[in-house]
């Protein structure tokens, strides 16, 4: 069906094109019957895949990256893909339109795209509230990457932080810090280490208060059994980063104790391309994702895996557009990996064939 209805949904501008496909997943889903025949072609579980890492069991080791649905309208529809989580997000406090438009474009030659978003979202509390309403869609598990407001100048970063943070901890399973895109002019500068050293221990201690603050509400509902723990937090980072500064952010991980990263956000580089290259320029700023970033995204992780032994966990992401390209991030030292430009140009048969090819089938 993808195959069929690709050319025509690459005629529309990708941000339309994009809300016209989950629109359309969630409406065939809710047919009757339809929808039966839907979940049996695209969701295929393996008690093989089941992994655990961060203390958290995941069906399968595939996921959804952050930014294909900020806003947590469709996570329950993109769970009938047979995803093992899904990140929803970049979320922040007050809602924001983004970037002005057009600001996302499609590279089609290179399999890529570029996007200059601007974390465009409803701000956290409407998330909160269609997860209170909606529910976990079976054993799925979510998690909520958080930002700051464009408004909010990075001395004062850490509060939006903390306000996305307490409003989604009994909500979702992990946490991730974006301090990576390139769309939020300053944002990249909380990667160096003073500040996100202060920002991520900021976290860290609320994260524990918390989990404290919330045993106590239980035991004293006297709610049998039901037990709170801290959340996962992990920092997601830009391919653009020099060894000497992932040498700083594994520093970074040992000494806030964090559960982990994710490698690799959108790139500001663009090379190697194949698209005429006045065409790119014509495009101007974002972020590129998709096939050109596999190798960069691949290099991150296995020298952040090399470089601490193995000891810090990684969710890898970037490049992922084949069965192939995610044995590559696995066998590089990630231990999960994440979907989203690929499944542009691959289909949403992506996320069954790569579970497929992790068991050798």
């Given amino acids: 069906m993808y195959n069929f209805l690709k050319p025509l949904l ?6 339309r094109a994009h809300a016209l496909t989950v629109q359309g997943l969630a409406a065939t889903l809710a047919l009757p019957g339809v929808s039966e025949v839907f979940r049996a072609r695209y969701r295929f579980e393996d008690p093989r895949l089941e992994t655990e890492l961060f203390g958290i069991p995941f069906p399968n080791p595939v996921g959804l990256a952050a930014g294909f649905d900020k806003d947590g309208k469709y996570y329950r529809d993109m769970s009938s893909l047979g995803f093992g989580f899904l990140e929803l997000g970049t979320v922040t406090p007050l809602p924001q339109h983004g970037n002005t438009q057009p600001r996302l474009f499609r590279l089609p030659a290179d399999r ?62 992990y946490f991730v810090v974006n301090v990576s895109s390139p769309n939020t002019p300053n944002l990249r500068e909380l990667q160096d280490r003073e500040p996100l050293t202060a920002l991520l221990s900021t976290l860290q201690e609320l994260n524990l208060d918390l989990a404290r603050s919330a045993q106590r509400q239980t035991e004293e509902l006297g709610t049998p059994g039901e037990l709170w723990h801290q959340k996962p937090i992990l920092l ?23 559960a982990g990263l994710i490698a690799t956000n959108t790139t500001i580089a663009r090379e190697p391309l194949v698209t005429d290259m006045q065409a790119v320029e014509g495009i101007g700023n974002g972020g590129l994702s998709g096939a050109p970033l596999r190798r960069r995204a691949t290099e991150v992780i296995r020298y952040l895996y090399d470089r601490s032994e193995g000891s810090v966990d990684i969710v890898g992401v970037g490049g992922i557009d084949s069965v192939e390209a995610a044995v590559e991030k696995f066998a590089a030292g990630a231990k999960l990996v994440q979907l989203y430009s690929g499944m542009v140009y691959a289909g949403p048969g992506l996320v069954r064939d790569v579970k497929l090819g992790l068991l050798g089938a």
């Fill in 236 to 258: 997601k980072i830009a391919p653009d980063l020099s060894d000497g500064q992932l040498d700083d952010i594994l520093a970074i991980v040992r000494n806030t104790g964090i």
């Fill in 10 to 15: 690459f005629r529309l501008p990708p941000e």
């Fill in 112 to 173: 890529a795209l570029i996007n200059r978003m601007g974390f465009n979202n409803e701000g956290v509390e409407a998330l909160a509230r269609r997860l209170l309403r909606d529910g976990r869609p079976g054993k799925v598990v979510l998690g909520g990457n958080i930002g700051k407001n464009k408004v909010t100048p990075n001395e004062q970063a850490t509060s939006d932080y903390v306000s996305c943070f307490k409003r989604l901890f009994p909500l979702v399973d």
